[in-house]
């Protein structure tokens, strides 16, 4: 490990690394949260429905496609 350790210290800039990992590593999970929130809550119910329906497969299908656009 010393020697990972001994090239790393060698590189100019190296601790711009861990920061821009944590950025993205945020930015993803703010986004995320911000597309959760955003979602219709009657898409929501219907796909936690989805795995109880077994004759309503194209319900579900519609209701993703007026939501998403053409399912493919």
Known sequence: MRIVIHYLESI???AIFPIIGII??????????????????QFIKNMSNAPLLDDNEDE???????KYGNKS
């Open 12 to 14: 100019e800039g190296v």
């Open 60 to 66: 579900i299908a519609n209701s993703t496609t007026k």
């Open 24 to 41: 993205i590593f945020f930015s993803f999970f703010v986004v995320l949260l911000w597309w959760v929130f955003r979602l219709d809550k």
